[in-house]
């Protein structure tokens, strides 16, 4: 029986995840999302915090945001380039973003 409110059927509650994940792309073969590999074992180790704090001091603004118009804090530093396990292309700063 579904909820009603003030005589109306109230849509039923659906987490997030399943109402857009149509709009969740899937996984790639190959991709660290399909890995049972911890972050630590991938490479993001405390090394790799500690250099992410600091590029995320050096460069405070999201770039993405930024070509949308938009001010917002940077939270993540990404690869350019996918380093895939290449150990020079992952410390390489000129491939963060």
């Not at 399943?18 to 049972?36: E, K, N, V, Y």
């Not at 972050?39 to 790799?48: A, C, I, L, T």
């Not at 460069?59 to 380039?81: F, K, N, S, W, Y």
Request: charged content about 25%.
């Amino acid at each position: 029986m579904a909820f009603q409110f003030r005589g109306l059927p109230y849509p039923s509650y659906r987490p997030l995840r399943a109402r857009f994940r149509s709009l969740i792309p899937a996984a790639q073969a190959g991709s660290w999302r399909t890995s049972d590999q911890t972050s630590s074992q991938r490479g993001y180790g405390y090394k790799w915090q500690k250099a992410r704090e600091q590029f995320l001091r050096e460069h405070p603004l999201c770039l993405m945001c930024q070509a949308q118009g938009r001010v917002e804090a940077a939270t993540v530093v990404d690869h350019i380039t996918p380093h895939r396990g290449d150990q020079s292309l992952f410390w390489r700063r000129s491939n963060w973003r």
